[in-house]
């Protein structure tokens, strides 16, 4: 239930206004919180707005829905009760026993854990690539191979999938092609117009913003896709409640100005870690010597607000990184206004402890956020030493 109801505006109008035209009744300009289950009917079937009983459907989820597919390009968008939600309703769509799929050899934690975990146990299999490799991504595909799934920046270590190259290859060999958008936003790269099938999102990181509220989102152009997405959103009912709904989609309003702060910040950040004596190596697809520079620069607008680096002492200098912060708080997710540090070997990425998946031990993530440049730079060179 999801037309873009705004033509095609620019991103930021559309964050703001995308689904969001005011309340016909009332004239209330934000976009009501509809708590409500259900909904009165005139007469047997006569259905008001469309709308009978609020898993199947709820004006408020409608209207972050609407301005979803609008920011993704997309002309359907589902909201979830989170990012693993929409990932399962995905992979469930795409896959039956004895399919196949291809995932990031640093896939966000979660998702392999669903992937290994979860759909092995009915019989479905997969295979880890480097998502900057095209060429092990080509002879990874298998008859069976349902879909090529990627992050891009991928966490925590930032490597770059380039979006056209593997839409192309995925088409090649009739396969679908997703892309977990979460780390860009469709601010910064916008899959669907580079050649993806489907776009999932944790809507908990920067598309909500305020670290106030879990959900996820899957976006296509496809309409049967969308249909079968549409099936488990009713029929397994992880859907999120209107509150969180309007959360999320008050928090898509300042989108674009949070993006480009975050990438402002993140930019200073990076020039201190390059000159810090304890720091033997940083992530930003932003920098000219990052493996998937060429890439990012070619499919996003700006590098993003995530910055990895290694210390030369090993796990316990990065530990002792992680706890010597005061502004940058130590917390597992991303994407929020505040500024966030972890250790990705014992904290987000502890499940992929011996495994093909494995962080180095001493690798530190920095959600970089929106406070002031000179304080985080102050924070962080302190806690470096
Ligand atoms: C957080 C995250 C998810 C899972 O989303 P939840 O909202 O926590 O369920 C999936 N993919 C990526 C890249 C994430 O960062």
Redesign the pocket.
């Known amino acids: 239930m999801s037309q873009p109801s705004v033509a095609r505006h620019g991103f930021a109008t559309n964050a703001i206004h995308a689904g969001q035209e005011p309340d016909p009744t009332t004239g209330s300009v934000i976009v009501p919180i509809h708590a409500t289950s259900t909904y009165a009917q005139d007469g047997v079937g006569g259905l008001r707005g469309g709308y009978e009983y609020s898993r199947t459907g709820n004006p408020t989820r409608t209207a972050l829905e609407e301005c979803l597919a609008a920011l993704e390009g997309g002309r359907h968008a589902r909201a979830f009760a ?4 929409a ?1 399962d309703t995905v992979l469930r769509t795409l896959c039956k026993p004895g399919d196949h799929l291809i995932i990031p050899d640093d896939a ?1 934690g ?2 392999f854990r669903l992937i290994d975990k979860v759909f092995s146990k009915w019989g479905i299999t997969h295979t880890p690539v480097a998502v900057s490799d095209l060429d092990a991504m080509r002879a990874a595909i298998r008859p069976e191979t349902k879909a090529i799934w990627v ?1 891009t920046p991928t ?1 925590p270590l930032l490597n770059i999938a380039d979006i056209a190259g593997l839409a192309q290859l995925a088409r090649e060999h009739g396969t679908r092609f997703v892309v ?1 958008n ?2 860009a936003t469709p601010y910064l790269q916008a899959p669907l117009d580079l050649g993806a099938d489907i776009v999932v999102h ?4 920067y598309m909500g913003g305020h670290s106030d509220v ?3 989102a899957v976006v296509t152009s496809d309409e049967e896709l969308d249909a079968e997405f549409g099936f488990l959103q009713n029929g397994a009912g992880a859907v999120p409640g209107p509150f969180d709904a309007w959360l999320t989609l008050r928090g898509l309003k300042t989108l674009a100005v949070r993006m480009d702060r975050h990438c402002d910040n993140a930019e200073r950040i990076v020039s201190l870690l390059l000159s810090h004596p304890a720091v033997t190596w940083v992530g930003y697809p932003g920098l000219a010597e990052h493996p998937g520079h060429e890439v990012a620069v070619k499919q996003m607008r700006r590098p993003g607000g995530m910055v990895s680096f290694r210390l030369a002492g090993g796990v316990e200098a990065a530990l002792a990184v992680c706890s010597k912060t005061r502004l940058f708080t130590l917390a597992e ?2 994407g929020g206004v505040e500024s966030l540090i972890e250790h990705p070997g014992k904290m987000t990425h502890a499940s992929t402890a011996g495994s093909q998946l494995e962080v180095p031990a001493d690798l530190v993530r920095l959600s970089v956020g929106i406070e002031d440049a000179d304080d985080l730079i102050a924070d962080l060179t302190e806690a470096l030493g």
Do not use: P, R, V
Request: aromatic share 10%; charged share 15%.
């Open positions: 989170s990012g693993m939600a990932t966000y979660g998702t992050e966490n977990d979460t780390f944790s809507t908990t990181k879990i959900g996820g997710s991303l």
